[in-house]
């Protein structure tokens, strides 16, 4: 089982619509979570960190399950600057490896 | 301004040449990695250092080596036996479990 494992769309989704993505990762001593994001031929940004609590900033908000072991990213009133890959962030406690997964690209169309 | 470089933003080189990227951060971080990135795929890790003076293999180091001298230097040499080397490499740091800071990347063409 891959470290960290999403969907890699594409998710095709109309402007003002809510999108989700989901994101396992295998490894329970797994500390710390982010969402990234990346524009095409840029270097990934990050979006925002994920607690456990949940966390909300704007139009998007991450949930973190540890006990089902995946992290989650909704986007509400989705805007065309949305469009981009997702990328989901594990951040081992162990050994401060930093793992990502492979991307889910979403376009909004107009 | 703080942040994390990455030297040249493309590299051209002749298939059996050694290659070194640069990559250098003062947000006196200690953790640093490389990553490659290939068209359409994700991010995979080369290799990370935790410290100065010592670094670990990531998932795909074969056919590359770097050196952690100093604190804000972690380069990377794509070496001849790297069997398929052109891709965008990444650079990043972190300090402790903290996000993860990039550079803009390399995009590395071997003709």
């Known amino acids: 089982r891959k470290e960290v494992e999403q969907d890699p769309g594409p998710f095709n989704v109309p402007e003002g619509a809510t999108v989700a993505f989901n994101c396992t990762y295998s490894?329970?001593?797994?500390?710390?979570f982010f969402w990234y994001r990346q524009d095409c031929r840029k270097e990934p940004k990050l979006l925002m960190s994920?607690?456990?609590s949940g966390n909300e900033d704007g139009r998007f908000t991450a949930q973190l399950n540890r006990a089902s072991q995946y992290i989650s990213l909704l986007i509400r009133d989705s805007k065309l600057s949305d469009s981009a890959t997702y990328l989901c962030v594990v951040h081992m406690n162990r050994d401060d490896k930093i793992i990502f997964g492979k991307g889910t690209r979403l376009h909004i169309l107009p | 301004d703080g942040g994390i470089t990455q030297s040249p933003k493309y590299l051209f080189r002749k298939e059996g040449q050694n290659v070194t990227l640069s990559c250098e951060q003062n947000?006196?971080?200690?953790?640093m990695y490389w990553y490659r990135q290939d068209p359409g795929q994700g991010l995979r890790l080369i290799y990370y250092?935790?410290?100065?003076?010592?670094?670990q293999k990531g998932d795909i180091a074969e056919g590359y080596s770097v050196s952690r001298e100093k604190k804000e230097s972690f380069p990377l040499t794509v070496t001849s036996a790297q069997k398929n080397p052109t891709a965008f490499y990444l650079c990043?740091?972190?300090?402790?479990?903290?996000?993860?800071?990039f550079g803009p990347g390399t995009r590395l063409t071997v003709l």
């Open positions: 990043a740091s972190s300090m402790g479990r903290d996000r993860a800071f």
């Open positions: 994920v607690y456990s």
């Open positions: 490894n329970s001593a797994s500390q710390s």
């Open positions: 250092s935790q410290i100065v003076n010592d670094f």
């Open positions: 947000l006196n971080h200690d953790a």
